[in-house]
């Protein structure tokens, strides 16, 4: 995966407007499904929560199939491409605990493993207007650049591949 920079006004425009339509669409499709199904499997006197429940199983599946059957439209871009991100960016976070040794003992890979995650997370932050704590990631962008020169990587986020990962 390469960071690459999307216009944040698009981005947050396109995020809002896919995510109320899933909602809305959630929202329409289980209370059609809630209907349907009490009126096919039901009796009057029955409880209905798990044919609710059931509906709403049915309506999220045919949501997260419809979001996925149009993932590779272009207005999702920038959307699809933050949600990638932060999946990436998760399993980095996973392997924590064996990257902060590694780059200790100045293995390179885990440098340029850590210079995306640190990089993708500023994005991450700057996109969601999460500038709390920016600061703090600065700094260990400052720092892991340091131990970057000076084992002479470049401080290209497009060295990251997530095959690097399996090793640790």
């Given at each position: ?126 996109l969601d207007d999460n500038t709390i704590t920016i600061e703090d990631l600065e700094l260990l962008i400052a720092a892991n650049d340091q131990r970057m020169n000076k ?6 986020t497009d060295l990251f591949k997530p095959e690097m990962l399996d090793s640790y």
């Amino acid at each position: 995966m390469k960071l690459k920079e999307i216009d944040k006004a698009r981005y947050r425009k396109h995020l809002n407007v896919v995510m109320i339509c899933m909602a809305v669409a959630l929202i329409v499709i289980a209370q059609i499904n809630s209907a349907l199904f009490i009126y096919v499997f039901s009796t009057p006197e029955a409880s209905h929560f798990y044919h609710i429940m059931a509906a709403v199983a049915v309506s999220a599946g045919i949501v997260v199939f419809v979001v996925n059957k149009y993932r590779y439209h272009p207005y999702m871009t920038e959307v699809v491409y933050v949600w990638d991100l932060k999946q990436q960016l998760n399993k980095i976070q996973r392997k924590q605990p064996k990257l902060k040794p590694a780059i200790e003992k100045d293995d390179k890979e885990a440098m340029i493993i850590m210079n995306f995650m640190y990089r993708g997370s500023k994005q991450l932050y700057e996109l969601d207007d999460n500038t709390i704590t920016i600061e703090d990631l600065e700094l260990l962008i400052a720092a892991n650049d340091q131990r970057m020169n000076k084992a002479g990587l470049s401080l290209s986020t497009d060295l990251f591949k997530p095959e690097m990962l399996d090793s640790y």
